[in-house]
T-cell receptor
């Protein structure tokens, strides 16, 4: 196992609601990234946190926001949920920053269904 | 043009077959290359990193051609347990940059 844990594993929300997803990174990993994976697609980058600061963001609207805590765990918040937000949300932890190979390890994901 | 392109398959092969997956990427600044494996409704798991000199891990061989921006994965002696989706992944290797995934290639190995 990767040591990256996410909660909850499954969630059903109504359109317009807000949701918070949680991730505990692998011990010693200071970088957390969030990805959205729609059915039949590869994961799409949402954003990345390093030492509690957002330091990279994909093509997602501002209603997708996040936090990283001093223990490097992280939250993904999505406001005003839309039907198209239904997807598997993946958290990946990795160590370090800068150039070079940055191997990421994924949690089991949270499957969000918006109805 | 999509950043990472893969043949989606599915590839249906018998046990013992050799199968090859190909992948192309558009960003010439990419520095890191990986193959991830994803089982149905599970998270992606790192299969192997891909190095310029090519690398092998048991039945799996990965190759990188930077000039052609092309990555490959060869699986020899396929097992039933190899059935999964294989994701080609690239990264610029810079702070704050994302892993860029292809859509994945589905492999089904049958007895």
């Amino acid at each position: 196992e990767t040591g990256v844990t996410q909660s909850p594993t499954h969630l059903i929300k109504t359109r317009g609601q807000q949701v918070t997803l949680r991730c505990s990174s692998q011990s010693g990993h200071n970088t957390v990234s969030w990805y959205q994976q729609a059915l039949g697609q590869g994961p799409q980058f949402i954003f990345q946190y390093y030492r509690e600061e957002e330091n990279g963001r994909g093509n997602f609207p501002p209603r997708f926001s996040g936090l990283q805590f001093p223990n490097y765990s992280s939250e993904l918040n999505v406001n005003a949920l839309e039907l198209d937000d239904s997807a598997l949300y993946l958290c990946a932890s990795s160590l370090g920053q800068g150039a070079g190979v940055i191997v990421a390890f994924f949690g089991q994901g949270t499957r969000l269904t918006v109805v | 043009r999509k950043e990472v392109e893969q043949d989606p398959g599915p590839f249906n092969v018998p046990e013992g077959a050799t199968v090859a997956f190909n992948c192309t990427y558009s960003n010439s600044a990419s520095q890191s290359f990986f193959w991830y494996r994803q089982d149905c409704r599970k998270e992606p798991k790192l299969l192997m990193s891909v190095y310029s000199s090519g690398n092998e891990d048991g039945r799996f061989t990965a190759q990188l051609n930077r000039a052609s921006q092309y990555i490959s994965l060869l699986i020899r002696d396929s097992k039933l347990s190899d059935s999964a989706t294989y994701l080609c992944v690239v990264n610029e290797g810079q702070a704050g940059t994302a892993l860029i995934f292809g859509k994945g290639t589905t492999l089904s190995v049958s007895s």
